[in-house]
């Protein structure tokens, strides 16, 4: 059964590119959300096998969202993305529970070895 994503980012650009590469490599989408509220409400409604969470979101962000998620699931998967590639939010996106970081724009193979790596 394919693994499934849920895709957190306010660029809609964004998560259509995700979308794209990670649908071409065999993986189910289980929603998109524009912010870190909407991530924490798709992510208890689908419980999906992994989230891939923009860092720099409105309402709230993402390191904030991760942190609400792993208290709901400590056991979630998160794979952290940002275009800042800031050593600080690095460091505290992977001690709050991230699994992986990936910087935008992104590269297809580095996403999916990233995914690979987490779920499988």
Do not use: H, W
């Not at 660029?11 to 794209?20: L, V």
């Not at 390191?63 to 460091?91: F, T």
């Amino acid at each position: 059964m394919a693994k499934s994503i849920l895709i957190c980012d306010d660029a809609a650009f964004m998560r259509m590119m995700i979308r794209d590469i990670l649908v071409k490599n065999g993986y189910d989408i289980a929603g998109e959300a524009e912010n870190g509220l909407r991530a924490i409400e798709k992510y208890t409604e689908t419980k999906p096998d992994l989230v891939m969470m923009d860092i720099t979101m409105p309402e709230m962000d993402g390191i904030k969202a991760l942190k609400e998620i792993k208290a709901i699931d400590p056991a979630a998967n998160v794979i952290m993305c940002s275009a800042m590639g800031q050593q600080a939010m690095v460091i505290e996106s992977i001690q709050s529970g991230a699994k992986d970081f990936i910087v935008k724009p992104f590269q297809a193979d580095r996403v999916l070895e990233a995914v690979k790596k987490v779920v499988g």
